[in-house]
C-alpha cells in the first residue's frame, strides 16, 4: 500500500515528465531543438508506475518513451535538456540529442539501444548477471507493442523463462507502432496473454492507472526478487501525438484519442487524489509550479551551456 506521501512523490514525478514533455515538445516547435524527438504524452503512468516499484540498485533498460523513469531514477532534467540540445554536459556529452543513448550505470539506467527490442536481451543479461552473482538485485525493461513482434521479444522471454531470470517486462501498448495500429500487426488482442507461452504470469493492466501500473509492477519485482522468475506486464494506453515531433499522425482518428484524452493519466490522478483528501487543489498546484520552475531551469541551463569539442567524438565508442 502506498502512503499519502508517496502518492504526493508519483504524482510529482508524473507531473515533471508531462511539463518537460510539454516544454520539449513547444522548443521544437520553434525550431530550438537538434534531431528528433518523442511525446511521451500518455505514457507518463507507465513509466513513472513501473520504475517507482524498484530499488535503487536494481537495473532499468528504458525504451523511447520513459522519460519518467529516467527523471525518477535520478538524472536531472538540466542532464536530460542538455543531452536533447546536444550539449556537452548532457548524459551522452553531445554524442546523441534525442532520448537515446542515456545510459549512466551509476543510477543503474542502461542506454536506451535504439534498435526494437534490443535493450530485452541486455536487461536479460543484466539479470542472469545478478543471478551468478547471488544479489538479490532485479533488471527491468520496457517495449512496444511494434517490438512485441520482433523475433528478439520471444526469444529473450523464453530465455528467461528457462533461466528463471529476475526480470520484469513492460510493453507499452500505446495501440501504435508508427503509423500501423495493432489490428495490422497482430492477430491476438492480449499481448500478456503471450506469456503463456513461454509459461511465465502474464499481467494485463491500466497503464493509464498509476497506482494499478505500480501494483502490478510492485508484484512482479517482489517475485523476481525472490527467485520467482520473469514476469510479462501488458499496460495498455494511447499514443496522444504523433510517433514523433515530425509526425502529426493524421492517420490516428480523432474520436479515439478525444476517448483517450477523457481518461488522461495525470487528470486522472489529480482527481483521485482530490477524491480521496490526500491533497487540495492548493497542495498540487505548489508541485505543478515546482515542476514547471524545474523545467525552465533545465531549458535555460541547457541552452546556455557549450557544444561538445569535436576532438572527443570517438571517445566510448567501441565499434562502428
Ligand atoms: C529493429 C528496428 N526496426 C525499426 C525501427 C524503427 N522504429 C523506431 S520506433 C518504431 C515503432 C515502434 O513501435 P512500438 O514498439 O509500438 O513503440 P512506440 O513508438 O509506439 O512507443 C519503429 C518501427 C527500430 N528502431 N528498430
Ligand atoms: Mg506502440
Not at 63 to 87: A, E, I, Q, S
Not at 177 to 206: F, H, W
Request: hydrophobic residues 40%.
Amino acid at each position: 500500500m502506498l502512503d499519502n506521501e508517496q502518492r504526493l512523490e508519483l504524482f510529482y514525478w508524473m507531473v515533471l515528465t508531462r511539463i518537460f514533455d510539454e516544454e520539449m515538445v513547444n522548443l521544437w516547435k520553434q525550431g530550438r531543438g537538434l534531431g528528433g524527438t518523442f511525446s511521451q504524452r500518455g505514457h507518463e503512468a507507465i513509466s513513472v508506475g513501473a520504475s517507482y516499484a524498484l530499488a535503487p540498485d536494481d537495473v532499468v533498460a528504458p525504451m523511447h518513451r520513459d522519460l519518467g523513469c529516467y527523471l525518477l531514477r535520478g538524472m536531472t532534467p538540466r542532464r536530460v535538456f542538455g543531452n536533447l540540445l546536444g550539449r556537452a554536459n548532457g548524459v551522452s556529452a553531445g554524442r546523441d540529442a534525442n532520448l537515446h543513448g542515456m545510459g549512466d550505470m551509476s543510477l543503474n539506467i542502461v542506454g536506451f539501444i535504439s534498435h526494437l527490442p534490443h535493450s530485452m536481451p541486455v536487461a536479460l543479461g543484466m539479470a542472469q548477471s545478478f543471478v551468478y552473482r547471488n544479489e538479490k538485485r532485479v533488471a527491468m525493461t520496457f517495449t512496444g507493442d511494434g517490438a512485441s513482434s520482433a523475433g528478439l521479444f520471444h526469444e529473450t522471454l523464453n530465455m528467461a523463462a528457462v533461466w528463471n531470470a529476475p526480470l520484469v517486462v513492460i510493453v507499452e501498448n500505446n495501440q501504435y507502432a508508427y503509423s500501423t495500429p495493432l489490428e495490422q500487426q497482430m492477430k491476438v488482442t492480449s499481448i500478456a496473454a503471450r506469456a503463456s507461452g513461454y509459461g511465465i504470469p502474464g499481467v494485463s493492466v491500466d497503464g493509464n492507472d498509476i497506482e494499478a501500473v505500480y501494483a502490478a509492477a510492485k508484484e512482479a519485482v517482489d517475485r523476481a526478487r525472490r527467485g520467482g522468475g520473469p514476469t510479462l506486464i501488458e499496460a495498455h494506453t494511447m499514443r496522444m501525438l504523433g510517433h514523433a515531433i515530425h509526425d502529426g499522425a493524421e492517420y490516428v482518428p480523432r474520436d479515439l484519442l478525444a476517448e483517450w484524452e477523457q481518461r488522461d493519466p495525470v487528470r486522472l490522478y489529480t482527481h483521485k487524489l482530490l477524491d480521496a483528501g490526500v491533497a487540495d487543489e492548493t497542495e498540487l498546484d505548489e508541485i505543478r509550479q515546482r515542476c514547471a520552475v524545474e523545467v525552465a531551469d533545465a531549458i535555460e541551463f541547457a541552452e546556455q551551456s557549450p557544444l561538445p569539442d569535436p576532438a572527443i567524438v570517438t571517445v566510448g565508442v567501441y565499434a562502428d
